[in-house]
C-alpha cells in the first residue's frame, strides 16, 4: 500500500494486529456472538432497555453502536477521539434499577464494561481462530492489549481488566459459571432480532449462516440459556462451515473480505478524501478498493 504522508493511521494503524484482526467480515460474527452474551447479563441488558433499543428499530440502534466501535479503530486520531465521547455520553445518561434483579445498573460502571469487553474480546478472537486462524499466543496477546487502548477512553481503568489473554478468557469463564446470566425479556428480545433480523441488515441472505455460528459457539451454558440445542451434527456442521470459510477467504475479493471502514481507512492513507465516521459496516458502491 502506497501511504500518503499527511494520513492519519488513527490510534492502530495498518501494521496492528487490531487492524489485521478487525478488517475481516467473518470476525465480525464474533461481535454478534458477544451481543448474545451482553444480553445475558441482566444489568446490561437494563441499560439497553432504558434506551428503547428493543423497541425502535434494534437494527439501527446497533449499527450505530457498531459504527462508532470500528471509528474507534480505523478511524483518524480525531475520528477516534469522537466516537470515544460519543460512546461515553451515551453510557453517562444510562442508569437506573433493574426491574428483574432490583439492582441499580449503571453503563459507566468498570464491572459492567469490563463484561462488554471482555465479551468482544474474546469473541472476536475465537472467530479469528475458527476462520483465520493466523494469530499465534503472541498475537493475541498483542490483541487484547491494542484494544485496552480503544477502551480506555470509556473509563475502563487498565486495573481493572487481566493483563492477560489467557485471564480475560478465565475471567469470562468465571462470570458465565457464576449464575449471574439469566434469560430476561431483553434476553429474549436480542435472540429475536439475531435469529430473524429485519429486511435492512446488509447481507441478510446470509444471516441464517451467521445467527447459527453466533450461537453454536457460545458457551454451553449460556447456549442452554438462549434454549439452543446443539448436538453432534450441530458440532460437526459449525466445523464445516468454518473450514470453508478458511479455505474461501484468501480468494474472496477485498469488498466482500473485509468490512467497510478497514476499506475506507485503506483509501485514507493512500491520500483518498474519506471518512470512516460515516461509513456502514458493509461498502453499497464500488469507490475505494
Do not use: K, N
Not at 444489568?43 to 470500528?70: I, S
Not at 477516534?80 to 455520553?89: G, K, N, T, V, Y
Not at 478465565?170 to 459459571?177: H, I, K, W
Amino acid at each position: 500500500m502506497a501511504l500518503s504522508r499527511q494520513a492519519d493511521p488513527g490510534l492502530f494503524g495498518p501494521e496492528s494486529v487490531s487492524w489485521r484482526v478487525l478488517r475481516e467480515a467473518t470476525v465480525m460474527i464474533g461481535g454478534v456472538r458477544a451481543l448474545l452474551l451482553h444480553a445475558a447479563h441482566p444489568l446490561v441488558v437494563a441499560g439497553a432497555r432504558q434506551t428503547g433499543m428493543y423497541e425502535r428499530d434494534p437494527w439501527r440502534r446497533l449499527e450505530r453502536t457498531l459504527r462508532l466501535t470500528f471509528t474507534v479503530v480505523f478511524g483518524t486520531e480525531r475520528e477516534a477521539s469522537a466516537a470515544a465521547r460519543r460512546i461515553d455520553e451515551v453510557h453517562g445518561g444510562i442508569h437506573g434499577i433493574d426491574p428483574v434483579t432490583g439492582m441499580r445498573y449503571d453503563a459507566r460502571d468498570p464491572e459492567l464494561l469490563l463484561w462488554v469487553h471482555a465479551s468482544l474480546v474474546t469473541s472476536f478472537l475465537l472467530f479469528e481462530r475458527l476462520t483465520i486462524g493466523r494469530l499465534d499466543d503472541r498475537g493475541r496477546q498483542a490483541f487484547h492489549e491494542e484494544q485496552l487502548r480503544a477502551v480506555e477512553p470509556l473509563r475502563l481503568p487498565r486495573d481493572r481488566v487481566p493483563p492477560t489473554i489467557q485471564g480475560l478468557q478465565a475471567y469470562v469463564d468465571g462470570v458465565v459459571a457464576g449464575g449471574v446470566l439469566r434469560r430476561t425479556d431483553g434476553t429474549a428480545s436480542v435472540a429475536a432480532l439475531v435469529g430473524d433480523p429485519p429486511a435492512q441488515v446488509p447481507r441478510r441472505r446470509l444471516w441464517r449462516i451467521v445467527s447459527f455460528l453466533a450461537f453454536a459457539t457460545l458457551p454451553p451454558p449460556v447456549r442452554a440459556l438462549y434454549g439452543v440445542e446443539h448436538g453432534r451434527l450441530d458440532e460437526l456442521r459449525l466445523r464445516a462451515l468454518c473450514a470453508g470459510m478458511r479455505l474461501d477467504r484468501p480468494i474472496m475479493p477485498p469488498r466482500l473480505r473485509f468490512i467497510a471502514p478497514a476499506i475506507l481507512a485503506g483509501a485514507r492513507l493512500r491520500g483518498e478524501p474519506v471518512r470512516v465516521a460515516d461509513a456502514g459496516l458493509f461498502l453499497t458502491d464500488r469507490r475505494p478498493r
